[in-house]
C-alpha cells in the first residue's frame, strides 16, 4: 500500500536536502567554545598550604616567604591561561574566510535554482471501457496519455494521475509495472500511469490496458490530472499539470455476467431406445465490487424431454463438450456441486459471491424422449440466476446435439447396474442410436464425459429391477482479488 510521503527523494525533479542551517552551525560552535572553557578552567588545581608546628617559626617564615613566590607564579600562570582561553574562544567563535565563502556560494546557487513548476507539464489523459471479457473475467480500462515536459527538468520515476469512481475497482492480476493505485487525500483511489523518462522538451504517447471490474452511474468524468513522484517509501504530489482527464465508464453497467448451456449426447453407451445423456453448464460472476449472499441457479427442461436424475453425484471432471464453456484455469478451486430435482427442474444452491468472483458448473442427467433429434434441438431449456426470490438474470438456451466420438475402445464399455435381483454388473449392448458398449474402462472423449461414477443410470428397463445411478457434477470457483491500496 503507498503512503503520502512526508520528506521523499525525487530524482531529477527536485531535491530534498535539507542541510544545516547557518543559526544551527552557529549554535553548534557556542556549544563547543563552552565545552573548551569547562575544560581548561577545570585543569586549574588548589594547592593546599600545610599548616606548621609551633617551635617551628623560624623555618615557617621562610616557607610563607616561599608560598607567596610560589602564589605569586601561579597567579602569573592564570593570567596567561585566561589570555590563552580568549584568544582560542576568539579562534573557535571566527570561521574561516573558506568556511564563509563556501556557504556563501552554496545559498548563491539555491537562489539561482529555477524552480519546477508543475503546470509546465502539459498533458491529456483518455479513457474508455472495453466490452467484457468472458474469457478472463473482467472489462479493461483502456488509457492513452499524451504528455509533453515543456519544464527545465528531467522527468523519471513520474506518474500522473486521476481519480476512480468509488464503485470501480483494479484487478490485481496480470502485469502492473504500468500503474500504481493509491489512496488520495480526498479518501478516493487514484490510478497513477507511469510516464517513461523525458528530457526537457520531450513528447511522449502511453497506452496502457488496466484491468477492472465494477457497475457504476459515472458515464464520463472530466477531472484535472496531477503528476506524482512514486518510490517504494510512498508517493508525492508535485501539482497539477496542464491538462483534464476525460474517462468514458458507460460500459460498467452490469452486476452480473449469467451464461448457460444444455446438451443432448446422442450416442452415450448403454442406454435404451429413446434414453439419451444430458449435461447442463453454467457461469456466473459478480461484476460488482460488494459480496452478494443467497444466489441460486435453475434449469427447466421443457416438455418433450422426461429427466431421469441421479441419485446421487460425485466430482468429476469437466467434459470435453463443456471445456470451451467453462474454461477452468490452474489457479481455479472446485468443490462438489449440490443439485436438487424436482421433475424437469433442477436448482443449484450457490450462496454467497464475492464480488469479481466467478462460479461455473455442469451436472449430467439421463433425458428420455419420443420426439427426433430435429425436434429435441429445438426444445429451449431455461435458465434462470435468483438472488433469494428475486430473478436478476433469466436466459433460454436451444438443447444442442453432441455426440458421444469416443476411441476404438468405446464399444467395449461396461455399465455396471445394480440389479435388484443380482449384485453382479450386467453387460448391455446397444444404446438409442445402436452403439454397444462393453470395455470396463472409463474415457473422457471429445464429446461428452464417461466417468465411472457417471456411467450408471437408474432404468429399471435395463434390467427390470431396482437400479442405482450416480451423476457427475463439479463446482469450480474463480477468485478474483482487488489491487490493494
Given at each position: 500500500?503507498?503512503?503520502?510521503?512526508s520528506?521523499?527523494?525525487?530524482?531529477?525533479?527536485?531535491?530534498?536536502?535539507?542541510?544545516?542551517?547557518?543559526?544551527?552551525?552557529?549554535?553548534?560552535?557556542?556549544?563547543?567554545?563552552?565545552?573548551?572553557?569547562?575544560?581548561?578552567?577545570?585543569?586549574?588545581?588548589?594547592?593546599?598550604?600545610?599548616?606548621?608546628?609551633?617551635?617551628?617559626?623560624?623555618?615557617?617564615?621562610?616557607?610563607?616567604?616561599?608560598?607567596?613566590?610560589?602564589?605569586s607564579?601561579?597567579?602569573?600562570?592564570?593570567?596567561?591561561?585566561?589570555?590563552?582561553?580568549?584568544?582560542?574562544t576568539?579562534?573557535?567563535?571566527?570561521?574561516?574566510?573558506?568556511?564563509?565563502?563556501?556557504e556563501?556560494?552554496?545559498?548563491?546557487?539555491?537562489?539561482?535554482?529555477?524552480?519546477?513548476?508543475?503546470?509546465?507539464?502539459?498533458?491529456?489523459?483518455?479513457?474508455?471501457?472495453?466490452a467484457?471479457?468472458?474469457?478472463?473475467?473482467?472489462?479493461?480500462?483502456?488509457?492513452?496519455?499524451?504528455?509533453?515536459?515543456?519544464?527545465?527538468?528531467?522527468?523519471?520515476?513520474?506518474?500522473?494521475?486521476?481519480?476512480?469512481?468509488?464503485?470501480?475497482?483494479?484487478?490485481?492480476?496480470?502485469?502492473?509495472?504500468?500503474?500504481?493505485?493509491?489512496?488520495?487525500?480526498?479518501?478516493?483511489?487514484?490510478?497513477?500511469?507511469?510516464?517513461?523518462?523525458m528530457?526537457?522538451?520531450?513528447?511522449?504517447?502511453?497506452?496502457?490496458?488496466?484491468?477492472?471490474?465494477?457497475?457504476?452511474?459515472?458515464?464520463?468524468?472530466?477531472?484535472?490530472?496531477?503528476?506524482?513522484?512514486?518510490?517504494?517509501?510512498?508517493?508525492?504530489?508535485l501539482?497539477k499539470?496542464?491538462?483534464?482527464?476525460?474517462?468514458?465508464?458507460?460500459?460498467l453497467?452490469?452486476?452480473?455476467?449469467?451464461?448457460?448451456?444444455?446438451?443432448?449426447?446422442t450416442?452415450?453407451?448403454?442406454?435404451?431406445?429413446?434414453?439419451?445423456?444430458?449435461?447442463?453448464?453454467?457461469?456466473?460472476?459478480?461484476?460488482?465490487?460488494?459480496?452478494?449472499?443467497?444466489?441460486?441457479?435453475?434449469?427447466?427442461?421443457?416438455?418433450?424431454?422426461?429427466?431421469?436424475?441421479?441419485?446421487?453425484?460425485?466430482e468429476?471432471?469437466?467434459?470435453?463438450?463443456?471445456?470451451e464453456?467453462?474454461?477452468?484455469?490452474?489457479?481455479?478451486?472446485?468443490?462438489?456441486?449440490?443439485i436438487?430435482?424436482?421433475g424437469?427442474?433442477?436448482k443449484?444452491?450457490?450462496?454467497?459471491?464475492?464480488?469479481?468472483?466467478?462460479?461455473?458448473?455442469?451436472?449430467?442427467?439421463?433425458?428420455?424422449?419420443?420426439?427426433?433429434?430435429?425436434?429435441i434441438?429445438?426444445?429451449?431449456?431455461?435458465?434462470?440466476?435468483?438472488?433469494?426470490?428475486?430473478?436478476?438474470?433469466?436466459?433460454?438456451?436451444?438443447?444442442?446435439?453432441?455426440?458421444?466420438?469416443?476411441?476404438?475402445?468405446?464399444?467395449?464399455?461396461?455399465?455396471?447396474?445394480?440389479?435388484?435381483?443380482?449384485?453382479?454388473?450386467?453387460?448391455?449392448?446397444?444404446?438409442?442410436?445402436n452403439?454397444?458398449?462393453?470395455?470396463?474402462k472409463?474415457?473422457?472423449?471429445?464429446?461428452?464425459?464417461?466417468?465411472?461414477?457417471?456411467?450408471?443410470?437408474?432404468?429399471?428397463?435395463l434390467?427390470?429391477?431396482?437400479?442405482?445411478?450416480?451423476?457427475?457434477?463439479?463446482?469450480?470457483?474463480?477468485?478474483?482479488?482487488?489491487?490493494?491500496?
Open positions: 500500500m503507498l503512503k503520502k510521503a520528506i521523499l527523494s525525487l530524482g531529477a525533479i527536485v531535491a530534498l536536502s535539507p542541510g544545516i542551517t547557518a543559526s544551527a552551525e552557529d549554535g553548534l560552535k557556542e556549544k563547543q567554545n563552552e565545552e573548551i572553557k569547562e575544560e581548561l578552567v577545570n585543569t586549574d588545581s588548589v594547592i593546599p598550604v600545610e599548616e606548621t608546628k609551633e617551635g617551628e617559626k623560624s623555618s615557617g617564615k621562610a616557607e610563607l616567604k616561599e608560598e607567596s613566590r610560589e602564589g607564579e601561579r597567579s602569573k600562570e592564570k593570567e596567561e591561561t585566561s589570555e590563552k582561553l580568549e584568544i582560542n576568539e579562534e573557535v567563535q571566527q570561521p574561516s574566510d573558506n568556511e564563509n565563502n563556501k556563501k556560494s552554496e545559498e548563491k546557487e539555491e537562489d539561482n535554482e529555477p524552480e519546477f513548476i508543475a503546470s509546465d507539464i502539459q498533458g491529456t489523459l483518455s479513457g474508455s471501457i472495453s467484457f471479457n468472458e474469457k478472463e473475467g473482467h472489462y479493461y480500462l483502456n488509457v492513452k496519455v499524451n504528455i509533453t515536459n515543456r519544464s527545465l527538468y528531467d522527468l523519471e520515476d513520474t506518474y500522473v494521475g486521476f481519480s476512480l469512481p468509488k464503485d470501480i475497482r483494479v484487478l490485481e492480476i496480470g502485469d502492473a509495472s504500468a500503474f500504481e493505485l493509491f489512496e488520495g487525500d480526498n479518501g478516493a483511489n487514484n490510478l497513477a500511469i507511469k510516464l517513461p523518462r528530457k526537457s522538451g520531450a513528447a511522449k504517447e502511453i497506452n496502457v490496458k488496466v484491468p477492472v471490474v465494477g457497475k457504476t452511474s459515472a458515464k464520463a468524468v472530466n477531472s484535472s490530472l496531477e503528476l506524482f513522484v512514486i518510490s517504494p517509501e510512498g508517493y508525492v504530489s501539482g499539470i496542464s491538462g483534464n482527464a476525460n474517462v468514458n465508464y458507460a460500459n453497467k452490469e452486476e452480473w455476467h449469467f451464461n448457460g448451456v444444455a446438451q443432448a449426447l450416442d452415450f453407451p448403454g442406454l435404451p431406445k429413446n434414453h439419451f445423456g444430458m449435461q447442463f453448464g453454467f457461469k456466473l460472476q459478480n461484476l460488482t465490487i460488494e459480496k452478494v449472499n443467497n444466489m441460486k441457479v435453475e434449469f427447466i427442461v421443457p416438455n418433450g424431454v422426461k429427466i431421469h436424475k441421479p441419485d446421487q453425484y460425485e468429476a471432471d469437466i467434459p470435453e463438450a463443456l471445456k464453456f467453462l474454461n477452468r484455469d490452474s489457479g481455479d478451486i472446485s468443490e462438489s456441486l449440490t436438487n430435482w424436482s424437469n427442474t433442477a443449484i444452491n450457490i450462496g454467497s459471491v464475492d464480488g469479481g468472483h466467478t462460479y461455473q458448473g455442469f451436472f449430467s442427467a439421463v433425458g428420455e424422449s419420443k420426439l427426433s433429434l430435429d425436434t434441438k429445438g426444445l429451449k431449456v431455461k435458465i434462470t440466476l435468483n438472488n433469494g426470490s428475486k430473478t436478476v438474470r433469466e436466459l433460454t438456451v436451444p438443447i444442442e446435439l453432441v455426440s458421444y466420438k469416443g476411441s476404438s475402445e468405446k464399444d467395449n464399455t461396461v455399465i455396471p447396474i445394480k440389479n435388484s435381483n443380482t449384485d453382479s454388473p450386467v453387460k448391455q449392448t446397444g444404446s438409442s442410436h452403439t454397444s458398449s462393453t470395455n470396463t472409463s474415457k473422457t472423449v471429445e464429446g461428452g464425459l464417461l466417468p465411472k461414477t457417471a456411467s450408471t443410470y437408474p432404468l429399471g428397463a434390467a427390470g429391477g431396482m437400479i442405482a445411478m450416480l451423476g457427475a457434477a463439479i463446482l469450480v470457483i474463480r477468485k478474483r482479488f482487488f489491487y490493494k491500496v
